[in-house]
């Protein structure tokens, strides 16, 4: 059936077209149904909906997720087809029975998951069964494999030498990521990183940069901002990069669970699509992260069993994840303590600088930029003499961006110690929560400044936290979040 395009300017988070229930009919499809679109070379599945307001039976409405993928103007033709039921719905059903996929097996399913075939529950079905049977070392290299056959890789030209990083998240704050990129390409190191948006926290090292600049780019545009700077501080979710990777998060964010063997597969995939060759892997653990110290042992080694597996130079530091690390939590706040820290303000969270050294020291050793036992020693002098400051600042403006773009929330509310004390707990996962109730990351400017951590003495009436929301409502929610679920022990 050939149908005249109608692009609709709302966006649905998945791509939809509206079909007239004439035009549905004819086709044999049902509101969620699906459907394959083709112009020439061009093909995309879609979900369906069915409105008589919105289209004639002449006619296809495109939600913006479509309209951005066919690229097609109005009244142009396109055929639509009624879809089949996805190839993969077996493999995925497999999965769920504990069995063991194959290479093959495994590259349907995220072929399918990229180009719309699977819909958000069939992916769902997917992620609920990786996360409840679990994936042995190999099938978790063929994911890795499959999730990079779905995007496009990155060939630098430069004849530096290319590093990456990854933190296991959870842990409130502990933006570390932008600083240590900063200090090591001031020392001449090429740092291309392709970082997530939040999943279970207030805030993704994406969510924290785009407070301040452009994080989705286009390969070409991607090297000529590493070119630039040598460096990059991207969001993987491009649509040309790592696709399946992104989207798979995007749902595992509704079902607020992270499978080891997709939490694996997405660092590995994303610093082999940037053809990194040293890549450092930090992993917080403790009582009150995501791994206690058993499960992170066990975690360092799936991850050094990878890197020999594709020929990287790979280390992994356990580091502690009893708390939060640094004052701000949300994008804008940790941004901030960003910004204090390479700037070596005066009031700048010294926990974070601290760590933000220690990292920075074990890339600038492993990649012979110093001498063993010395490289916390040149990243420290990177930092305080201004030329990390200064390289994040190209970064920025290479990336379209303004650190004069900080936006601050419109409500905030500070909270205030009811006794004297000693700060004894926090709750990483409940201080998480606090601030993504206050509206981080969704609300840029939204999160908590954080005043105490553990040892800290407390006075009565001194400020334990400031909350900041761009609503009223939000900052009386998370005010009941706090009294009823206390994430402060003091």
Known sequence: MKLKIKNLNFSTGVPVCILNQ??????????????????????????????????????????????????????????????????SLVFIKKKMNGEKLSQKEINLIIKETVNNSLSESEISLFISSMYQKGMDIKETIFLINAILK???????????????????????????????????????????????????????????VESVAKVDFSVSEIKKIIQKTNACLIWGGSLELIPADEKIISIEKTLNIDPESQLLASIM??????????????IPYGENAKFNKKRALELKNKFEIL???????MRVVLTSGDQPIGNGIGPVLEMIDIIKVLSQSQDRPLDLEKKCIYLSGEILEMT????????????????????AFEKFKEIIKAQKGDLNRLKFAKYKKDILAERTGKIKFLDNKKINSLGRIAGAPFDKSAGLFLYKH????VK???????????????????INFLKEQKPILY
Do not use: M
């Open 22 to 87: 004439k035009s549905a009919d004819l086709l044999g499809v049902k509101i969620n149904g699906r459907i394959l679109l083709k112009k020439g070379d061009i093909s995309l599945f879609s979900i369906t909906d069915i409105s008589n307001d919105f289209v004639n039976e002449k006619e296809i409405g495109l939600s913006y997720e479509v309209s951005q993928r066919l690229n097609l103007k109005d009244n142009a033709e396109i055929d639509v087809l009624l879809s089949s039921p996805p190839k």
């Open 150 to 208: 779905s995007g496009k890789s990155i060939k630098l030209n430069n004849k530096g030498i290319v590093v990456d990083k990854h933190c296991i998240g959870g842990i409130p704050g502990n933006r570390t990521t932008p600083i240590v990129v900063s200090i090591c390409a001031s020392a001449g190191l090429i740092f291309p990183k392709s970082s997530s948006r939040a999943i279970t926290t207030s805030a993704g090292t994406a969510d924290v």
């Open 269 to 282: 995939a994303k610093k082999l699509a940037l053809g990194a060759k040293y890549i450092l892997i930090d």
């Open 307 to 313: 890197g020999r597996h594709y020929k990287k130079i």
């Open 368 to 387: 012979h930029k110093s001498k063993k036992g010395k490289g916390q020693e040149l990243a420290k002098e990177l930092l305080t003499s201004g030329k």
């Open 454 to 457: 553990l040892g800290d003495d």
């Open 460 to 478: 009565k009436g001194e400020k334990l936290i400031t909350l900041y929301s761009e609503s009223k409502s939000r900052i009386k929610a998370s």
